[in-house]
């Protein structure tokens, strides 16, 4: 299978047919876009953001000779017209639904984001555990829908995402992305919510509705999500365990205070490798600790360690519980693992952040600008194979080589 099977897998086609294809029709001229044509102009979209320092775009069309100091390094009218480009992307629309009754920035972009889920929550089995995170599409206009400035990321300009990845056995495939939307989320004339979170409206917080509603796909199947700190909500780990999936999440102080829940600066005074086990209802909430040089790493969760070890026995007071808890001797039980563009729009945007990037947390390492889905699945296989990695650049330079020549309009 190549770079552009694997793209054509991962990416709702259906969705490519049905909205941009048949909504971009009504207003081009000229003949209709094809399906084959279409993914040309997007195989063009990609191959050209893999040079920089091109400013005008006229030069990627071009009859000179290749100049090898100035222009483009090749010829784009082999593949298409500039003038049929520039209709193409003049009349390109991402949606199909009438606009609202009310201001809706993401209006645009809702169905792609949607339809993107739908299409791996019925066709991607995450494995065992997944890994649950924030994520940056990088853009640096500031008038875009959503802008985000997040210190202290690889780009903090742009708008964010949560976006939840497979983390084992280097498939980090990312299968659930939700644009963060800030102080431009939609509200009817009644001053509600246009979108509201049915999680929320049962009485969750905020970050719980957030934990539940991102892993909802994988809800009844006993799998696992780590979190960082920003989620270390033992209200949310409970309610992850209700509804079939075990979470866990580092744990750091929020300000002067420790989480609830979670007895830190008692555990400090502990050594080695051990966990807090207490129950909250009648659910099993334990905070794993490994004693480090310096500092003792806590991790919340409602499950036991991968790996069994002995607890010790210790007593002490918990001014937190207002009573007095016990680590007990015990083994912790395993748990089984399972099978498991250039544009300058939003929606655009959003198509290439979908298409073209991700979060790659298998094993705690950030990769925010990892290229495709699809390039994931090709890094797996060549790992399957013992083979080594694939330049990125070069990944994405044959699958729009692949796009550009396709032949889908002779089958």
């Known amino acids: 299978m190549d770079e552009f099977a694997l793209f054509r897998m991962t990416f709702p086609e259906n969705y490519f047919q049905e909205v941009p294809i048949l909504q971009t029709n009504k207003t081009l001229k000229g003949e209709d876009l094809s399906l084959s044509e279409y993914y040309v102009w997007l195989g063009i979209n990609l191959l050209m953001g893999c040079y920089g320092g091109i400013s005008d775009r006229r030069d990627w069309w071009l009859s000179d000779p290749i100049h090898e100091f100035?222009?483009?390094?090749?010829?784009?009218?082999?593949?298409?017209?500039?003038?049929?480009?520039?209709?193409?992307?003049?009349?390109?629309?991402?949606?199909?639904?009438?606009?609202?009754?009310?201001?809706?920035?993401?209006?645009?972009?809702?169905?792609?984001?949607?339809?993107?889920?739908?299409?791996?929550?019925?066709?991607?089995?995450?494995?065992?555990?997944?890994?649950?995170?924030?994520?940056?599409?990088?853009?640096?206009d500031k008038f875009c829908p959503g802008f985000m400035c997040v210190p202290r990321t690889p780009h903090p300009f742009g708008n964010e995402y949560h976006t939840i990845c497979d983390g084992d056995q280097g498939r980090p495939i990312l299968w659930h992305a939700e644009i963060i939307e800030g102080k431009d989320r939609p509200k009817k004339e009644n001053g509600k919510w246009a979108f509201p979170c049915k999680f929320k409206e049962a009485g969750n917080t905020?970050?719980?509705?957030?934990?539940?509603?991102?892993?909802?796909?994988?809800?009844?199947?006993?799998?696992?999500?780590?979190?960082?700190?920003?989620?270390?909500?033992?209200?949310?780990?409970?309610?992850?365990?209700?509804?079939?999936?075990?979470?866990?999440?580092?744990?750091?102080?929020?300000?002067?205070?420790?989480?609830?829940?979670?007895?830190?600066?008692?555990?400090?005074?502990?050594?080695e490798t051990m966990t807090f086990k207490q129950q909250i209802g009648s659910i099993d909430f334990l905070v794993h600790c490994t004693k480090d040089a310096n500092y003792i790493t806590k991790i919340m969760s409602s499950h036991g360690m991968l790996d069994e070890f002995r607890i010790i026995k210790v007593d002490f007071e918990l001014a937190e519980f207002g009573g007095r808890s016990t680590i007990r001797n015990q083994f912790h039980v395993t748990i089984a693992p399972s099978t498991g563009l250039t544009t300058t729009t939003t929606e655009g945007m959003v198509q290439l952040a979908l298409t073209k990037r991700g979060k790659q947390n298998g094993g705690q390492q950030d990769n925010s600008h990892s290229l495709l889905e699809s390039r994931r699945l090709m890094q797996s296989t060549r790992r399957a194979r013992n083979k080594p990695a694939e330049a990125q650049l070069k990944f994405r330079k044959e699958l729009a080589a692949k796009m550009v020549e396709n032949k889908l309009d002779n089958h």
């Open 206 to 271: 905020k970050t719980r509705a957030l934990m539940l509603r991102m892993t909802k796909p994988i809800h009844g199947q006993g799998k696992v999500v780590t979190m960082d700190s920003g989620f270390c909500v033992a209200a949310g780990i409970i309610a992850l365990h209700k509804h079939g999936v075990f979470g866990q999440s580092l744990i750091k102080k929020r300000g002067r205070y420790w989480p609830e829940n979670v007895p830190g600066d008692t555990i400090d005074t502990l050594g």
């Open 70 to 140: 100035r222009g483009a390094p090749f010829c784009n009218t082999k593949w298409m017209s500039f003038k049929q480009f520039n209709a193409i992307n003049a009349a390109m629309r991402f949606m199909d639904d009438a606009s609202p009754g009310f201001e809706d920035k993401f209006h645009a972009v809702r169905k792609m984001i949607k339809l993107f889920n739908s299409h791996y929550s019925h066709n991607y089995s995450p494995s065992w555990i997944s890994c649950l995170d924030e994520s940056m599409s990088p853009w640096m």
